[in-house]
């Protein structure tokens, strides 16, 4: 079974400031694929960002960047130069396997983010 | 990337009542859909997972007869709330993966706000 755990139910992030979001997670699937996905109040799923477990280089994606250690099994969100259009819910996911190719994905609780200013 | 349309985007309904929702992929056939299920405030939970012309294979704790999942085409799932109640009032979201899109991302639908009253 996978696990997916985010510390941080909710924090603050002053304008054009950079944000860490925390992701640690379990699994026992030798090769699995980590995601990041945005939810303003709309509800809409925004994806953000993909990690293959193989991957050698951290993925990055415009503002977002993905610090992958695997070791310590992490997969945090790193977003820079924060905009009021950024507040919103962030969850990390997985999946079993790379990619989400027919594969379920697990999600953590979520960070909500309120960009303040 | 590909785009999946959920309909309606938010319902109203009584006690007792049936409702129907719709995931539709647009511009792609969708060989597998997933169902999620959205408490306020809560991540998202997967409810099934439904193949083109098989039955849908349920999480644990799910009530297949009370939902019920179609997954008659390659471009339409539906999800239907027999005799709904309140407990059921939630935010449903599909997602869907197919043939000739990328695997590193599952593609959302919009979301259903379900109200039971």
């Known amino acids: 079974a996978q696990k997916i755990t985010q510390t941080q139910p909710g924090m603050f992030v002053q304008e054009k400031e950079a944000v860490t979001l925390d992701c640690t997670y379990d699994t026992s699937d030798p090769s699995y694929g980590l995601f990041w996905y945005k939810q303003p109040s709309s509800g809409e799923m925004i994806f953000l960002i993909y990690?293959?477990?193989?991957?050698?280089q951290n993925a990055t994606e415009g503002r977002y960047s993905l610090n992958f250690q695997k070791a310590r099994k992490s997969a945090n969100l790193v977003i820079s130069a924060s905009q009021l259009g950024d507040s919103a819910m962030y969850f990390c996911a997985m999946t079993p396997g790379p990619g989400a190719a027919g594969n379920k994905l697990t999600f953590g609780g979520g960070t909500r983010v309120l960009v303040k200013p | 990337g590909a785009v999946v349309s959920q309909h309606p985007s938010w319902v109203i309904c009584k006690s007792g009542t049936s409702v129907k929702i719709e995931c539709r992929s647009l511009?792609?056939?969708?060989?597998?859909m997933f169902w999620y299920r959205q408490f306020p405030k809560q991540s998202l939970m997967l409810m099934a997972t439904?193949?083109?012309?098989?039955?849908?294979?349920?999480e644990q704790g799910v009530e297949k007869d009370k939902f019920l999942i179609n997954h008659a085409s390659l471009t339409l799932s539906t999800l239907t709330v027999t005799s709904a109640h309140p407990e059921d009032s939630s935010f449903y979201i599909c997602?869907?993966?197919?043939?000739?899109?990328?695997?590193?991302?599952?593609?959302f639908g919009q979301g259903t706000r379900l109200t039971v009253v």
């Open positions: 511009d792609f056939q969708a060989t597998t």
């Open positions: 439904s193949n083109e012309g098989s039955k849908a294979t349920y």
């Open positions: 990690q293959g477990s193989y991957d050698q």
């Open positions: 997602s869907a993966r197919g043939t000739g899109v990328a695997n590193t991302e599952a593609f």
